[in-house]
């Protein structure tokens, strides 16, 4: 296993959409491996493929608190197939180091998706995990958190991430 770079915002292949894993084969539980382990080194709670490099529709998430057991769940070819009430969640990601915004979700999600041996599994979420569900699932499609902020915040993050990017230190920590 090992810990792979995670690409940053404004990194042009965020926004390019994953296409769908064909099989899952042992290079494909490879990667998934990986990018749990990368995950769970940043720490995160969710990490997309995309975010790594690879245009494939996987994601993992793992909601367990510090002192509880790991949890962790891995998404191929992910589908969300129902989305019921609202909610405002303060979220970050792991291409936005240091930010953290109130994004508005779905309050819970019914998804599908294969599990790492290959093999269909539902599940109805709801609070973190259904937050999390939505933001990496957006990931595939190309999408990121600062797509759900107005204008105003949008753009304060975008400066702030271009910042971080020259290799400058941001005056808007904090
Ligand atoms: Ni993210």
Redesign the pocket.
């Known amino acids: 296993m090992a810990v792979l770079p995670i690409l940053e915002y404004p990194d042009k292949r965020l926004r390019e959409p994953a296409r769908p894993v064909e099989a899952v084969t042992p290079e494909i539980q490879r990667l998934v491996d990986d990018m749990a382990e990368t995950m769970y080194a940043a720490p995160g709670v969710?990490?997309?493929a995309n975010?790594v490099g690879v245009l494939l529709r996987i994601f993992v998430i793992d909601t367990a608190g510090e002192d509880d057991p790991s949890d962790l769940k891995v998404f191929i070819n992910p589908e969300i197939t129902s989305r019921e009430g609202e909610m405002v969640w303060q979220e970050g990601?792991?291409?936005?180091p240091g930010v953290t915004e109130s994004v508005e979700r779905a309050e819970r999600v019914h998804v599908r998706a294969l599990d790492r041996d290959g093999k269909p599994f539902e599940l109805d979420a709801e609070g973190l995990l259904s937050v999390a569900v939505q933001?990496?699932n957006e990931?595939l499609d190309g999408k990121?958190?600062i797509d759900k902020l107005g204008p105003v915040k949008k753009r304060l993050v975008q400066r702030k991430m271009q910042k971080r990017a020259e290799g400058r230190t941001s005056s808007v920590d904090g």
């Open positions: 969710g990490l997309a975010q990601c792991l291409s936005f933001h990496e990931h990121l958190m």
